[in-house]
């Protein structure tokens, strides 16, 4: 942890109410402006004139140490209770790579003590205990900027030197939701520091151990969202780029942030006994990336070849993806955004046959994987032609009816497909039944029933239907008998249909007995039946049961159709 020391004894100051409701008061400006936009603010650190710097204390000190760029606070450090003898810059303006830049250093104090230089969003302090020796020394940051984004890295670009022993440098980010406080933390070079109550404290945020810290019991009321602790030793004297990801904390990976801070330190910034002076850490440049790609694409369970799941394509707004041998179907994409913030959106059109997937990054940012799918047949029939007569097809039908026998060579058709579609042919005799499938790629199979109707007699009139009770109206219908085989008769209902239902579809009782005594023919069968029908086949199979006379050329006939237990 950054440790200041400062090396001028005075007498000891009492704290009051007064100085904690003044560090308080700190810590919640330190957290007071809002990031513009998902960016941190400055973050070329040319925004404005740099401003004083004026280190923290719990004793309200206002005395100016060099200047720092708004919107941070440079580790600058003052003299003992307030004096500034022995006061240290450790941070400055540096020419950057197009306007400032901000450099640090860990610089010597006074008797072997060291000054860590670093700089952050929140507020830097320090503490020791100063006499005939110095004790209980840390510091650190609390606080942080108002902030409620999901970046995914840190980007900035840096140059770093060293004067003698090389001691890793720092960089330390941090999001998070509620927040900490700390009892009994000095928070002034003192011979007598005095204990105020911490906000935000780094090491309490980051769920870091007190063990060696000066402070009390801590309120843990935070939820630790994404972080960043990284080290470097290299000594680049060019500007170098370097974008560190954010760790998301799984648990929390969903809560939204309220707060972040972000820490550079020229030296081991949570090790204060690794401090080494003339270590310099340029920094300059500093924004949030946030992804705007997919981690992972699968189309039916497989990834695409030209897919890319990195940043690589990163700055593309535009990424076509073909995959013309694949059909698109509901459900067939799975996607995930790498970003924590980020969203997919799917949509296709079915013209173009193209599915876009939108990504739309934590910053607002879009990038669009348009993904071209193959033209996929239809699976339907465009003509159907039954003994030498064309059969006029509607859409969403499969049921069609004629009159005639079944040959070999009485049905002919052609598919909307072409060479793409396969069919499948069948006939059931028992059931005079000729049934067509359709298959081709990417569609739906349709199947198509042609019902050989026998010829009958047709007996035309008004039926009468009633269920549960009540009498539904019904249009004027038309019954077919045929003539009898073997004392046997088929009676044939086309066209039935119900109140609110629409059509249901074809009756067809078969074998009914056929008897006739003194001029009258009586009719009698129970049996199941499938409506021949669209509507009619969801029906399932249905008990029915006909009773019927035919006298002086007239027909009076009942049906009753148990429905799900219903008559």
């Known amino acids: 942890m950054p440790v200041h020391t400062l ?30 936009a ?10 404005g004139n740099w401003v004083d710097c004026v280190p923290w204390t719990s004793r309200g000190n206002t005395t100016a140490q ?69 004790s209980a020394k840390d510091g650190g940051t609390f606080g942080g900027l108002d902030f409620a984004y999901k970046p995914d890295a840190l980007k900035f670009y840096y140059k770093r030197s060293c004067r003698g022993t090389n001691t890793r440098s720092s960089v330390v980010a941090y999001l998070w939701k509620g927040s900490t406080s700390q009892e009994g933390v000095p928070g ?10 911490m906000e935000d404290r780094d090491i309490n945020v980051l769920n870091m151990s007190t063990e060696g810290h000066q402070g009390g019991e801590v309120t843990y009321d935070q939820k630790l969202i994404a972080k960043i602790v990284a080290y470097t030793t290299e000594q680049p004297t060019e500007w170098t780029e370097w974008t560190i990801p954010f760790e998301y ?16 330190a020229a030296s081991d910034y949570f090790n204060s006994t690794n401090v080494t002076t003339g270590v310099k850490l340029c920094i300059d440049d500093v924004s949030l990336v946030y992804y705007k790609h997919l981690k992972s694409l699968t189309i039916g369970g497989t990834t695409p070849s030209t897919f890319v799941g990195d940043d690589t394509q990163n700055n593309t707004n535009e990424v076509n993806i073909d995959a013309s041998d694949k059909y ?11 970003g924590a913030g980020a969203k997919v959106k799917e949509s296709y059109n079915s013209s173009t046959h193209v599915c876009t997937l939108k990504v739309t990054a934590g910053d607002g940012e879009m990038k669009n994987y348009n993904i071209q799918f193959g033209i996929p047949g239809t699976g339907k029939l465009s003509s159907l032609t039954v003994n030498g007569t064309a059969v006029e097809l509607a859409d969403k039908k499969s049921y069609y009816v004629v009159t005639g026998d079944y040959t070999a060579n009485s049905v002919s058709y052609v598919t909307e497909d072409g060479d793409k579609a396969t069919t499948a042919e069948s006939y059931d005799a028992d059931k005079r039944i000729f049934t067509i499938k359709v298959s081709a790629p990417g569609a739906v199979d349709h199947t198509y029933y042609v019902k050989f109707a026998k ?11 009633a269920m549960n009770g009540g009498w539904l109206s019904a249009a004027t219908s038309t019954v077919g008998i045929t003539a009898p085989v073997d004392g046997k008769a088929d009676f044939q209902l086309l066209g039935f249909e119900l109140q609110g239902m629409g059509l249901i579809g074809d009756i067809f009782v078969t074998d009914v007995p056929y008897t ?12 199941t039946i499938t409506i021949f029908g669209d509507n009619g086949a969801s029906f399932g199979p249905l008990p029915v049961v006909l009773k019927g006379t035919l006298k002086d050329g007239k027909l009076t006939a009942n049906i009753g159709i148990t429905w799900m237990e219903m008559p």
């Open 7 to 36: 090396c001028l004894a005075q007498p000891p100051l009492t704290q009051n109410k007064t100085m904690k409701k003044q560090l308080l008061t700190l810590a919640l400006l330190a957290v007071a402006g809002t990031a513009g």
């Open 516 to 527: 006739e005594k003194n001029g009258v023919v009586n009719l009698y069968k129970e049996q």
């Open 38 to 47: 998902q960016q941190l603010p400055n973050g070329s650190f040319d925004e």
């Open 455 to 465: 010829a009958t007699t047709d007996y035309k009139g008004k039926m009468s239907i």
């Open 328 to 338: 698109y179907k509901k459900g067939c994409i799975s996607a995930t955004a790498a």
């Open 66 to 134: 060099g200047t720092q760029p708004p919107s941070w606070t440079i580790s600058n450090v003052m003299g003992s209770e307030g004096e500034t003898l022995y006061a240290t810059k450790v941070g400055e303006r540096i020419e950057g790579r197009q306007g400032n830049a901000v450099q640090v250093e860990n610089k010597d104090v006074a008797l072997g003590q060291k000054a860590p230089g670093y700089f952050t969003l929140g507020t830097t302090w320090s503490t020791a205990k100063i006499g005939w020796g110095i």
């Open 249 to 264: 904390v799984s648990e929390n990976s969903k809560v939204t942030p309220e707060k972040i801070n972000v820490i550079f």
């Open 188 to 197: 002034v070079n003192a011979s007598n520091p005095d204990a105020v109550t």
